[in-house]
Every structure is written in C-alpha cells, then in structure tokens.
C-alpha cells in the first residue's frame, strides 16, 4: 500500500509537511486500508503523520514538551532532540487540518464528512498527544492549539445532553502527564478524552467512555516479564481479563512496551492480542502489521 500523494517522497522536514500536499493530491488515499494499529511514538519516523497513514494505521502518537521560551509545543522523546521546526502545530495540527479540509471541499457543514481514509470515510484517526512537561502549565496550551481542528467541526466530542460520542473524524487522547481532572472538568461537554490505565480498570470506577477513549497500560508492569518462549497461562488470563473489562466500559484497549524481538516473540503477541480482542494494536513496525493476514 502506498499513499497517492504527490511530493510524499521528496518530503524531509517538518516545514514541507503542507507542500507536500500542494497541489492537493486528488488519490491521497486511495488504496489504504485501515487496521487497528497504533503508530507508537510516530514522531520518529521519516515522515511523522504520512508514514502511518500510508501504512494505513488508526492511531498517532506524539510526545509534546512546553517550550518556556515560546510558549510552544515542541515534538521528542526526550529534550535532546527537540527543535523549534518539530512542533504539534507543524507535524499534526495543521496536516490533519488541510487533509480533512480537502478531502471534504464542497461538501456541506451540515451533514456527515469523510475522515482521512477514503476507502472508508467513517473510520477515525486517533490522535495520542503524550504529554511530558507539568500537565497543569501544557494542558491548557495543548486545549489552545486544537482550535484549527475544532474550528473545523474535525474533533469527536462527548456531549451529555446528546447521549454519548458525537462522531467527527479525529479523536483526541491525553496521556503521560495529562491532568485527568482538567481533562474531565466539564461535566457537559469535551473534545478530548483521557487514555485510562487499564490495569487499574477494576478497581477504579472513575473511568468511563464519558471521559476516556483509549486504556493502556505496559506490558511489561501488566503482565510480568515476557519470556522469549511466549506468555504463560496466567498472563495470558491477566491480559484477557483487562482487555475485557475496557470493552465493557466501552474503551479501547491498548499495551505498549510489546517486545520487538525475537521476532517470533512478538508475532505470537500480536496474535495472542488479535484473538483476544485488543482495541488496538501498539505497534512500532507499521507495514509488518497492517500488511500481516490479521485473518
């Protein structure tokens, strides 16, 4: 699978991220098939944001730090790779703003708009905003550069009075130091929800689909060392157990840290996760698991 996206090739920097889409390409995402697979810390591929997309994934991530100086939102795993040129506005904010914006051109406000897979316009795009600097002083700057996607009608949003999730093609996750108080503040309306810890689910009632989307946890801390030769019965019954207990709070469930190697390790992960009714797929190695036969 490969995005129809004219310039995607040549695009390098954070910079070129909208020229890579100007002139519009018109077969932008013709061909893909979205998987429910997330592109964990996807700032680090070659180009963050196309490169999951083409590969078809439901989910992004981005690690964010509060830049003092500027007041901006700077994009890295750790301060020693951040630059002013990789920021949530430049390598999320406004690509995702200018895909949805183009891919609905002419179509009415009013009415139901595609998201950014064409081959099937109602599947959402998560977006994991990780937060990594004090969460009471980044929260409300993370709240502030959502406006271009919530200007556009593109954030999906609880509303009480509505009765549950209103569907717009991007949802918005908080995690890492996300002040789940602040992100649950108003009781009748939020466009961004909260990534509970799943294997805290059954003992912590404070998490439902009113205030969360995702629920994730560590494999490592949920389950125990993971073996070379594979998961035990226990931890296997562990992980089941916790996967279950967020489809009944209508979340959607998610591991991170699953071992990348030895590679057969990891495919009876993924397996074992498929069979066992995963949410999503946490995965670093995009093409390997949305091209697998998931059947």
């Not at 703003?97 to 316009?121: A, D, H, K, M, Y």
């Not at 035990?232 to 840290?257: C, H, P």
Request: aromatic share 12%; proline share 5%; glycine share 8%.
């Amino acid at each position: 699978m490969r995005m129809g996206c004219s310039g995607y090739e040549s695009w390098r920097m954070p910079s070129d991220s909208i020229t890579a889409l100007s002139p519009w390409p018109k077969d932008f995402s013709q061909g893909i098939t979205p998987v429910q697979c997330h592109s964990h810390n996807d700032y680090w591929r070659s180009v963050p944001l196309f490169d999951a997309l083409t590969a078809g994934c439901v989910g992004v991530e981005a690690d964010v730090w509060l830049d003092k100086t500027s007041n901006d939102l700077l994009v890295g795993h750790r301060t020693s790779s951040l630059s002013v040129d990789r920021t949530l506005q430049s390598l999320y904010i406004e690509p995702l703003t200018t895909i949805l914006t183009r891919i609905n051109q002419g179509t009415n406000f009013s009415v139901t708009r595609s998201g950014v897979f064409e081959t099937l316009p109602n599947a959402s795009l998560t977006l994991l905003i990780d937060v990594k600097t004090d969460g009471h002083t980044s929260w409300p700057v993370v709240m502030d550069q959502l406006a271009p996607l919530r200007a556009g009608g593109w954030l999906s949003y609880w509303n009480r009075t509505g009765g549950g999730l209103a569907w717009r093609p991007i949802i918005v996750v908080g995690t890492g130091k996300t002040p789940f108080e602040l992100d649950n503040a108003d009781a009748e309306y939020r466009d961004v929800f909260f990534d509970a810890p799943l294997d805290q689910l059954t003992d912590n009632a404070s998490f439902t689909a009113n205030n969360s989307y995702y629920a994730s946890a560590s494999l490592g801390k949920a389950a125990g060392i993971i073996w070379p030769w594979g998961l035990s019965r226990r931890q296997k019954e562990t992980m089941k157990r916790m996967i279950d207990t967020a489809a009944a709070r209508g979340l959607v469930s998610r591991f991170w840290g699953i071992p990348g190697w030895p590679v057969d390790l990891r495919m009876k992960l993924w397996r074992f996760l498929v069979e066992s009714g995963i949410g999503t797929l946490n995965v670093d190695k995009l093409f390997e698991a949305t091209q697998w036969n998931w059947d």
